[in-house]
């Protein structure tokens, strides 16, 4: 088993940053594809980013394109997303997820889910 811990919500201006993170505990993820979902209040969850394995190849939805970068430290165990320049509707709970073969925006792909952070952007 895979437990996924998420930290680095918060509330934050229109035009911030924030720094997410995702640690693992269980079991090397290293060879996991690991994501970032987020679900917005009364929307469904959707993808927002994700890395393969070996980190050399990522996803981004258009929402997060040249704003957001995904990274993570397999020696570590982690994974981390970078969002600048946000938005009021980047608000949302945002979940990291991991796979061994996942389709980038199919949930139903990832095995692990962890519980979610608050991510809060005021106008």
């Known amino acids: 088993q895979v437990q996924l811990v998420e930290s680095g919500g918060g509330l934050v201006q229109a035009g911030g940053s924030l720094r997410l993170s995702c640690t693992a505990s269980?079991?090397?993820?290293?060879?996991?594809?690991m994501g970032w979902f987020r679900q917005a209040p009364g929307k469904e969850r959707e993808v927002v980013a994700g890395?393969?394995?070996?980190?050399?190849?990522?996803f981004y939805a258009d929402s997060a394109k040249g704003r957001f970068t995904i990274s993570r430290d397999n020696a570590k165990n982690t994974v981390s997303l970078q969002m600048n320049s946000l938005k009021p509707e980047d608000t949302a709970v945002y979940y990291c997820?991991?796979?061994?073969?996942?389709?980038?925006?199919?949930?139903?792909?990832?095995?692990?889910w962890g519980q979610g952070t608050q991510v809060t952007v005021s106008s």
């Open positions: 890395i393969r394995a070996s980190g050399g190849s990522t």
């Open positions: 997820a991991a796979g061994r073969v996942v389709l980038w925006g199919a949930e139903r792909s990832y095995e692990f």
């Open positions: 269980g079991r090397t993820v290293s060879n996991y594809v």
